[in-house]
């Protein structure tokens, strides 16, 4: 448990067969984007860098300037490979 100077968060990158999970303390009033860059997760996962504009908070998209609340599980968002809508539709023409 945090103490009142701080707050205890998660920090999430996945992709296909792999998941990295960072637990770290950050000081309370720390944003999204301080969470990331604390949690060095860019290197573990061999980012060149990290698109701070695909971020969510619990599967909410939030802006990396978003201040985070204590046990938030901040989520770094992979693009898209093909549009939902059109994959269904490929599925279903077979």
Known sequence: MADTGTLHVSVVYAE???????ELDV???ATVADAIRSSA????????????TRLGIFGK??????????GD????????KIDPKEARRRRATG
């Open 73 to 80: 599980r901040v989520e770094i968002l992979r693009p898209l």
């Open 27 to 29: 000081a309370a009033g």
């Open 61 to 70: 998209a939030v802006a990396a300037d978003a201040v985070l609340r204590e």
């Open 41 to 52: 997760i860019a290197a573990t996962a061999g980012l060149a860098a990290i698109d701070l």
């Open 16 to 22: 296909p067969g792999r998941r990295i999970v960072r």
